[in-house]
Each structure stands twice: as C-alpha cells, then as structure tokens.
C-alpha cells in the first residue's frame, strides 16, 4: 500500500483523487506521510494493530494509508468495549473518534522516514465484521481491487462513491483501496457510478447462497475472500469458486490469511480451499 500511494503520487501527482475535499495524489500521499509522524509521535510501532476510529471521510482513509505506511496494521469492527479481544490480539486503541485529524497534522512533517517498510503477504487489516476475527494482508486487499477493476472495466479517471458503511473489509477495499489503484476519483457529487446495498449501479449482496442467479450489475461480498467474489456469477479475476448445500468453497489470490482463531482454520480450509457456510 505504501510503494502504491507514492508510486501513484510520482506519476499523476496533480491529478484529483478525492473531489469533495478537492485533493490530488500529491496532496493525499503528503497527509499520508504526516499522519504516519503523528502516529511515531503518539507512541504507534511497525507491526502493532492498532484499532481504526471512524473519523468521516476522507480523514478515516488517510489514516488508514498512515497506519500501512507505519508498517503497522489495522483493526475494524471491534466493539469498543470488548476489552478480552483487545488484550487478546495485541490491539492498540489510542485514538479518540472525535479527532480532527487534519487539525493533528498541521505542525507534523510531510516526509515520514519508515522503520519497516511492510510486505505484500504482511497483514494489513483485521476485520470483526464476522463472529471470528478475520485477518488480510497487502496482497488480499490489492489482488481484489485489481479484480473489482477488470470485472466492472473500470476506467482510469473514472467518477465513483459507495454507500457501505464503515467498518468492514468491503468499505477499505471500495472506498480506500480502489480509488488509488485505479486511478479513479472519488466523488460523492456527481459519480458516474455507484456501490451500495440498494438503488445503485452495482449492488453489494452477502446472501452466497443464491449467487448462481445473481444479475450482471450485482457483486457477491466475501470478507473472507477479501471483499468482492463475483461480479454476477462470474469469479473476480484469480479467484474460483463451487457452491454446495450448505456451504461454498472459495480458492485463490483473494482468499485471507486465516480467521484469527487456528481451530476454525483447520476445520475450514480442505480440499485445498477454504469452506464458508451459508
């Protein structure tokens, strides 16, 4: 993610990439950089997990991309009070959700200087959106936009915004990842098209089990696959799938690094694929 943002700031630095808040590569990559001092400053190490606040957009993305460009990952759909899971799996919640991060990161230097630089198989997220916990790396997160990009043939300069709820591997996917990948804009204004549980161009739906009559313009959500699996029936690009009675068995680039719990992995994953019931 950090070689993606300032590679995509070197070649179109003044191109928009968030229209509401009217901000370019060049300028979305320098808050970037920012926040990951503010980070260091706050007490933040490479590699810890760290619990992600809903700040509002853009401001929830930019800290994402600062959390990744720490070397550090983060946690989503956590409940605030489950205090066990957090001692449990090593995660950090220092971060008040009322914060004006671009106030925080006015007096911070816009060169950031990582101690680790992470991985494509590093883990990037943990999302709670299921029961278990469920952990995606780099590569998970990049591999699906790639493949929610080829699809839908979404074109460079393109105009999207989604209506996801945060909190979920679907929303970093759709609305933190995808943008920057593509070299799309964001605009909440006038999009030329949209992602949402309903009354949009491409409508989002979990229910896998009835994925087979799925219409062209609707996109089956798999967190454990990352976010997207299908675009109508069709497997996203490097993806495979087979339904069964009560479960369905996905392979490929997408699929997560593993559930946080190892018992649940070694009754999921056979067949050389990994088992989701419906």
């Known amino acids: 993610m950090r070689s993606l943002i300032e590679g995509q700031t070197i070649k179109f630095s003044e191109q928009i990439v968030i229209q509401e808040a009217n901000i370019t590569n060049e300028k979305f990559f320098s808050y970037v950089q920012q926040a990951s001092n503010w980070l260091e400053n706050i007490g933040l190490n490479p590699k810890e997990r760290l619990m992600l606040p809903n700040l509002g957009h853009p401001q929830t993305e930019i800290l994402l991309y600062g959390i990744w460009n720490l070397g550090s990952s983060a946690v989503l759909g956590l409940d605030e009070v489950d205090h066990k899971l957090k001692i449990k799996y090593k995660v950090r919640n220092i971060i008040d959700p009322n914060t004006n991060l671009f106030k925080k990161l006015k007096k911070y230097s816009k060169t950031f200087e990582p101690k680790y630089k992470p991985l494509l198989y590093d883990e990037a997220i943990i999302t709670f959106e299921k029961k278990h916990g469920i952990r995606l790396s780099h590569y998970n997160l990049l591999i699906n ?8 043939d979404l074109s460079s300069r ?31 204004i006038k999009p030329d098209l949209t992602f949402g549980y309903s009354k949009s161009d ?69 067949n050389r694929g990994l088992n989701i019931p419906y």
């Open 158 to 188: 393109s105009r999207f915004c989604c209506n996801i709820e945060f909190g979920t591997s679907c929303w970093v996917v759709l609305t933190t990842v995808l943008p920057i990948y593509s070299g799309c804009i964001y605009d909440t």
């Open 202 to 270: 491409y409508v989002l739906r979990s229910d896998l089990r009835y994925i087979k009559s799925f219409n062209k313009n609707e996109i089956a959500i798999c967190p454990e696959n990352s976010a997207a699996l299908t675009i109508g029936k069709e497997p996203i690009h490097l993806t495979s799938y087979k339904t069964f009675n009560s479960f369905i068995r996905i392979k490929g680039h997408s699929v997560m690094l593993g559930y946080l719990d190892d018992m649940i992995n070694q009754k999921s994953y056979t």
């Open 145 to 152: 936009a790639c493949g929610l990009q080829k699809g839908i």
